[in-house]
T-cell receptor
Framework: GAVVSQHPSWVICKSGTSVKIECRSLDFQATTMFWYRQFPKQSLMLMATSNEGSKATYEQGVEKDKFLINHASLTLSTLTVTSAHPEDSSFYIC????????????FGPGTRLTVT | AQKVTQAQTEISVVEKEDVTLDCVYETRDTTYYLFWYKQPPSGELVFLIRRNSFDEQNEISGRYSWNFQKSTSSFNFTITASQVVDSAVYFCALRWNSGNTPLVFGKGTRLSVIA
């Protein structure tokens, strides 16, 4: 089956610093990638949708200047949390759509971010 | 708008008991997909099933079974003879027919199976 990887799997950073999370589709081309955020004991909430080569579309309430998403290639999307604060501590999960090959989306294993 | 409701926040059962996780959805779309995912403590989502809105056949996979009823907009999940390894958070999700639209998740049901 299709594989999506995320790196790092967990990261601890200090308040005020920026951290980049990578989402890679390893064996297929992802025309669309989604970024979700999951706070402890809560559900997954969509943050943004990115299409390769286009600007990301952010959900209401998600600051696009704080959560920078880049989908520069068909196999890689990055989420950069800028000037991170403790309230940004969360589990970030990406999913990738294979552009109609199987019409499926595949989830990455997630990245746990802790901001101290 | 699409919405998924999992009314059961937490369920605790004794090993070998059967347990049903409820899922009710709302959508105006006539074509859509329903999903169930398992999220163990590691956090990685484990895909369990996808069901097309036109396919109302119930499905059984080992100890797992799913009951899809469009008349009540429900897609319930039953684990038969539960095991400790079934302990996890289970999410029901809904997606429009097009693959490049995101999933809408319910709030999840935390299942604890006690030995």
């Amino acid at each position: 089956g299709a594989v999506v990887s995320q790196h790092p799997s967990w990261v601890i950073c200090k308040s005020g610093t920026s951290v980049k999370i990578e989402c890679r589709s390893l064996d297929f081309q992802a025309t669309t990638m989604f970024w979700y955020r999951q706070f402890p004991k809560q559900s997954l909430m969509l943050m943004a949708t990115s299409n390769e080569g286009s600007k990301a579309t952010y959900e209401q309430g998600v600051e696009k200047d704080k959560f920078l998403i880049n989908h520069a290639s068909l196999t890689l999307s990055t989420l950069t949390v800028t000037s991170a604060h403790p309230e940004d501590s969360s589990f970030y999960i990406c999913s990738s759509y294979d552009g109609g090959v199987s019409y499926e989306q595949y989830f990455g294993p997630g990245t746990r971010l802790t901001v101290t | 708008a699409q919405k998924v409701t999992q009314a059961q926040t937490e369920i605790s059962v004794v090993e070998k008991e059967d347990v049903t996780l409820d899922c009710v959805y709302e959508t105006r779309d006539t074509t859509y997909y329903l999903f169930w995912y398992k999220q163990p403590p590691s956090g990685e989502l484990v895909f369990l099933i996808r069901r097309n809105s036109f396919d109302e056949q119930n499905e059984i996979s080992g100890r797992y079974s799913w009951n899809f009823q469009k008349s009540t907009s429900s897609f319930n999940f039953t684990i038969t003879a539960s095991q400790v390894v079934d302990s996890a958070v289970y999410f029901c999700a809904l997606r429009w027919n097009s693959g490049n639209t995101p999933l809408v998740f319910g709030k999840g049901t935390r299942l604890s199976v006690i030995a």
